[in-house]
């Protein structure tokens, strides 16, 4: 029987909550569920699976993602077991890894995806910067489908039994590229991707120590910083911060901009945010007409008190 295949990833031994999106997503569908780890540690998920009757566990393949083991491991699986369906969050590794995959078994991919009809392969994705939303119908024999973060539910059903885990071996390919080793980037302590909330700083932060005061308030809030790109081409925050047309699409419940004027480059990738705070000194920057908040004001004396008072108010 056809199963849908789950491909997560994991932080601190734990699935990642955008991994787990993508697992409620195969769980919610019509046929089986099988998950696939690269984790080294990967046979301890399986308490967690409930409702998942398979957990394939790549043994041999590292704990740092190698792109062509990668894709030549998940081509076999998908091959041996007959599999019509892989999923998994779109993150940085699976935009790295998914095309590979489907350019290896032929498959339909559909990335970044906002809905999804497992039934009917049938993907809905915004394109053009978010302009419009691409209804996609996929009829490859196996088909790929990569969830934008936070916007599917992340409720796994318990109690149902959790699965055999069965080792597989990662594949003996030449790899024509190695990674040798992951930097942590020294910014963000908080993975932006999947942040609830978001408190960013642009041009108006002025310098890169001025950064601590967003992450002050962003600890309050246990938040992820952003930046803009004029803020991290000026080196006040990481590239790994940036949010926008060229860095990371976001789609907090709460997304606070600080010294950020608007522009559209910035908007499209933190427009879906739930809730969006702007803190501008500039009445007129643009951004007070895309945010359900605006406060007029110099973010130095704003973001502190904002901050004293979230504290009060959450304790
Ligand atoms: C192809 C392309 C791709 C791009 N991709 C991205 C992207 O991914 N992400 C991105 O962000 N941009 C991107 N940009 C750049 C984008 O067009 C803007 O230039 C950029 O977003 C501006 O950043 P900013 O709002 O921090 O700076 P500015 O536009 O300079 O705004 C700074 C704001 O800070 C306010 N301010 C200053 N001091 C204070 C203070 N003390 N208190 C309160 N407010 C204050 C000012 O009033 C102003 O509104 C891209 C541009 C291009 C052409």
Known sequence: MSRTLVFVETQDGKIKKASREALALALSGPVP???VTFAEDGADLAAGLSGVPTLFHVTGAGDI???DIHAATLENLIRENGIKTVVAAHSARSRDLFPRVAARVKAGLVTD???VNLEEMCAVKPVYSGKLLARIKVNAGVNLFTLRPNVFPAEIPEGKGIPEVVAVSAADVPARCRVVEVAAGAAGRVDLTEAAVIVSGGRGIKNKENFALLQELADVLNAGVGASRAAVDAEFA??????????????????VACGIS??????????????????N????????KKADYGIVGDLFEIVPLLKAELEKALN
């Open 33 to 35: 569920v099988a998950v």
């Open 65 to 67: 993602y190698q792109p």
């Open 113 to 115: 995806c906002v809905a």
């Open 238 to 255: 990481e590239y790994n911060m940036q949010v926008g047309q060229t860095g990371k699409v976001v789609n907090p419940k709460l997304y």
């Open 262 to 279: 608007g522009a559209i480059q910035h908007f499209v990738g933190m427009k879906t945010s739930k809730v969006i705070v702007a803190i």
């Open 281 to 288: 000194k500039d009445p007129e920057a643009p951004i007070f």
